[in-house]
């Protein structure tokens, strides 16, 4: 049985799009937000793909179990996620839905098994016209688990981190 992308660091297992968000988080001081869906995915690769490919065919937006309180307060926003059939996963269509992120930067990253980011960028600029894109980050699952030093430079390159 193959898990659904996870890596296990220091003891601690992670989701492969977590892990690397949490790098971001401890090298930048930056909050957590985890998004969050009403449904659970299921836990097993084949599965999950199986149910993300579902989802896109039919342009299915899983209603959002987490929302955030306090987009005001942020002018950065990194937001991360697997790239799942060339393209995000069906929640973050919703989530882009549900925030005007005018004025505000965001910062894309991704893991992947082999297809970068796709077109999700691009996407993510039409969704969000009034915001400031910056150059994201792609990992592949492969690499995960030995990206901290990818991630520390990336940030170093956009003036983040310590």
């Known amino acids: 049985m193959i898990i659904a992308s996870r890596v296990l660091v220091n003891g601690k297992l992670y989701g492969n799009t977590e892990y690397v968000a949490t790098l971001i988080s401890q090298k930048t001081g930056g909050d957590?937000?985890?998004?969050?869906?009403?449904?659970t995915y299921p836990g097993t690769h084949k599965e999950l793909i199986d149910a993300a490919k579902k989802e896109?065919?039919?342009?299915?937006?899983?209603?959002?179990?987490?929302?955030?309180?306090?987009?005001?307060?942020?002018?950065?926003?990194?937001?991360?996620?697997?790239?799942?059939?060339?393209?995000?996963?069906?929640?973050?269509?919703?989530?882009?839905?549900?925030?005007?992120f005018t004025g505000k930067t965001l910062?894309?990253?991704?893991?992947?098994?082999?297809?970068?980011?796709?077109?999700?960028?691009?996407t993510i600029a039409s969704l969000e016209k009034g915001a400031k894109m910056r150059k994201g980050l792609a990992i592949s699952r492969n690499n995960v688990g030995a990206s901290e030093t990818s991630v520390q430079n990336w940030l170093q390159k956009m003036g983040f981190g310590q």
């Open 32 to 39: 957590l937000f985890q998004i969050k869906t009403e449904q």
């Open 107 to 122: 910062i894309p990253f991704c893991t992947h098994g082999g297809s970068r980011f796709s077109q999700t960028e691009k």
């Open 56 to 100: 896109a065919d039919g342009k299915v937006r899983p209603k959002l179990a987490t929302h955030i309180r306090n987009l005001k307060d942020y002018d950065v926003i990194f937001v991360g996620f697997p790239n799942w059939w060339y393209d995000m996963p069906m929640p973050l269509y919703l989530f882009f839905d549900e925030y005007d």
